[in-house]
């Protein structure tokens, strides 16, 4: 009864090992009756069927991690499926961090489930999956542009993988979220020259990953990108698939930028602490 947090993470091999061990995953069932449970972490988990997951999802929760759950004995989510879950995330009134990573969540589905978070929500992930055109990869900028419409506190948005997002969504985001500070957009359709007109956007960003793999940027487009960061005097640290984008900065704005890494870094460590619902939490948001 006194349990506050639960994380339990897979690596991607042994998911069949853990439903033999926790009756096809539905030991669980027990979370959604502890009074005091404010996290609940279950990464890279296969289920039989949606219900073994909404069984186990408390209504108090503050923050939830579903990333890379599989469904069935093919790994794949059907849409009623997805419809189940998100009729479900939709009574959980209390989150302030959701991360659902490679489930195909829909432009639609992110209409009808955001607008019951009544803007508390702090930190959302809607990473797709790797792969071009890959159909578990739905969201699109109208989906985006929702969360911009329904969660202008918000201040990390992750929509790596989802190569149907672009420009539209991300400038969205930065025009209307004014306390935004994470966009993950690696694996979109966003580009130097987008990055480049989000960046002299007003905005209070930390930090923007964007980019493919295997692409590298010319001489002219890594000064395009360092001019941009210079335009928000250092503090927007700009990463690709390679890593931390290297710049040549004057001396206040590499101050500016290491500044922002330490805050980055403070945030990612709270993340993975099982007591930290809001990985932001200390920094004034």
């Not at 159909?135 to 918000?154: F, N």
């Not at 000064?223 to 710049?247: E, P």
């Not at 870094?265 to 993975?272: N, T």
Request: proline share 5%; with cysteine; charged share 20%.
């Amino acid at each position: 009864a006194d349990l506050v947090a639960f994380v339990f993470h897979l690596d991607d091999c042994c998911w069949e090992e853990i439903k033999a061990l926790t009756d096809r995953c539905r030991a669980f069932a027990p979370l959604a009756r502890m009074p005091n449970l404010k996290k609940l972490s279950l990464s890279n988990f296969g289920f039989d069927d949606v219900e073994t997951i909404t069984m186990c999802l408390n209504p108090g929760l503050e923050s939830l991690c579903l990333d890379h759950a599989a469904m069935g004995f093919e790994r794949k989510w059907s849409n009623s499926q997805v419809d189940a879950l998100v009729g479900k995330l939709s009574q959980l009134s209390h989150l302030v961090s959701l991360s659902l990573s490679d489930i195909p969540i829909t432009d639609t589905h992110v209409r009808r489930l955001l607008p019951r978070f009544n803007n508390q929500l702090k930190c959302l992930h809607l990473c797709g999956d790797y792969g071009y055109g890959n159909p578990r990869c739905p969201l699109t900028d109208d989906g985006v542009k929702a969360i911009a419409e329904y969660c202008p506190s918000i201040l990390t948005v992750d929509v790596d993988y989802q190569d149907k997002v672009g420009f539209s969504g991300i400038l969205a985001l930065v025009q209307n979220c004014p306390n935004l500070l994470e966009i993950g957009a690696c694996g979109t359709s966003l580009g130097v020259e987008d990055v480049s007109s989000i960046l002299r956007v007003p905005n209070k960003l930390l930090i923007l990953s964007f980019g493919k793999i295997g692409h590298s940027h010319s001489s002219t487009e890594k000064v395009r990108l360092q001019n941009a960061v210079m335009s928000t005097k250092g503090r927007v640290v700009v990463c690709t698939m390679s890593g931390l984008m290297k710049m040549n900065l004057p001396p206040e704005h590499k101050a500016n930028q290491d500044d922002s890494m330490a805050k980055i870094e403070r945030a990612h460590e709270q993340q993975r602490d099982p007591m930290v619902c809001n990985k932001w939490d200390g920094e004034g948001w």
